[in-house]
Each structure stands twice: as C-alpha cells, then as structure tokens.
C-alpha cells in the first residue's frame, strides 16, 4: 500500500491554524483519501499530559532546555506511536504544529542553538519530514490580538511582542531556506482567501 502524505501547519498564535486545518482536511477526505488530524504538543495520551506540564505556569521555573527536551519527549510518542503508523497505513497525517515549531520557538524565540534542535530531530523522527508545511503568516499584532481573544493564557502567550517577533523571523527564514517544502499563506487576508488558497493547495496535491 502506498504510504500516506504528512502535511504540517505552523505560524505564530492567532493566526487561524485550527480552521484552516479543518477545511484542508475536508478537501483531501473528499478525494476519497483517509486523514488524521493530530497536534503538538500532543497527539498521544501521554503526550497530551506532556503538554499540560509544559504549558502551565506555576511556580517552578521551566528552564529554556527542559522545554525543548519535553516538546521533543512528546514528539518521540507522536511520532512512534501515531504517525509512524498512520502514513504507513496509507492514512494522510494532519498535524497542527511540528519540528519547525521547536525551531521557531525554542531556536528563534528562546534563542537556543538550532545545531542542538536538529541533532534532536534526527534523533526523534530521523528521516520522517513533512512533505508540505504551510506556514499561516501574520504580523504579530495581528496574532496576538486574535489570540488574546481566546481563554486563559497558556505559557508561552504570557511572552512578549518581541519573543514572536523572533518567531515570526525564524519562521519566514526556514520557508525561505526549503522553498519546497514550505508553502506561505498570507493570513491577514479575509478567510474566505485565506481557504480558497487551502483549496490550490489540496488541488496540486
Ligand atoms: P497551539 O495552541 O498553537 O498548538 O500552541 C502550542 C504552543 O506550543 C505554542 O505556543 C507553541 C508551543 N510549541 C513550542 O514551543 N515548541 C514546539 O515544538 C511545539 C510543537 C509547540
């Protein structure tokens, strides 16, 4: 059986990645392909519980490394235990977030080196790597005044304009070095451009 496509989506908070995922997902179904929408942090029982411990704010200092090793810990059940198994059951993996969120948020915006993040993805997921990544982009006030709209603040909403000014830049900056793999999609335009653009993307699949 042929092995299914794994599609990823980033961009910075408030940037419309969920709804934009459900509509993609809808016109891969509707050629008649199986998917799986699955998210990081997360996707697994276990790495679900992973992201609560790093998305909470309590007491305890969250040192910069612990949050890059725990987000690479959820990811190492992700992908052995879900999307391994997914793709080479010929089902399409949809996933909100990736490894090219560890390079954004903890390279760009904690400013860790990306040598150590890539070291660590070879490690985690070796030679498993999206075929598309669509990267939703926005300026970040825009972002974070969509995102504010929502409920409480995880951790990393509490940052600064700057910390995903830094993600933003890393972001654009990983599109630009894999022009194959990343596709940009403006998302400061009305949804109804922003999802007539997800529909070439699934028409060129
Ligand atoms: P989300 O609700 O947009 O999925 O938020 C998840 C948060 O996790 C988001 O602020 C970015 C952060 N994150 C990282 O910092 N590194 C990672 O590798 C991943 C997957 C997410």
């Avoid at 040192?63 to 089902?91: K, M, Q």
């Avoid at 900056?173 to 922003?194: G, K, N, S, Y």
């Amino acid at each position: 059986m042929q092995t299914g496509k794994f599609i990823t989506f980033e961009g910075i908070e408030g940037v419309g990645k969920s709804t934009n995922i459900a509509h993609l997902t809808q016109a891969i179904e509707r050629r008649g392909h199986t998917v799986l929408t699955t998210r990081e942090p997360g996707g697994t029982p276990m790495a679900e519980r992973i992201r609560e411990l790093v998305a909470e704010h309590g007491d305890e200092a969250m040192p910069d490394i612990a949050e890059l090793l725990l987000v690479f810990a959820s990811r190492a059940l992700h992908v052995n235990n879900v999307i391994r198994p997914a793709l080479a059951a010929g089902t399409w993996v949809i996933c909100d977030r990736f490894t090219d969120s560890s390079r954004a948020y903890q390279g760009g915006g904690r400013g860790l080196p990306q040598e150590d993040i890539n070291l660590l993805a070879k490690w985690v997921h070796g030679d498993l790597r999206p075929d598309l990544t669509i990267l939703l982009d926005a300026p970040v006030e825009t972002g974070m005044s969509r995102a504010g709209q929502r409920g409480a603040p995880d951790r990393w909403e509490l940052e600064r304009s700057e910390f995903f000014m830094r993600v933003r830049a890393t972001y654009l900056q990983l599109a630009e070095a894999e022009p194959d793999r990343f596709i940009i999609v403006d998302a400061t335009q009305d949804l109804a451009t922003v999802q007539q653009a997800i529909g070439a993307i699934a028409d060129a699949l």
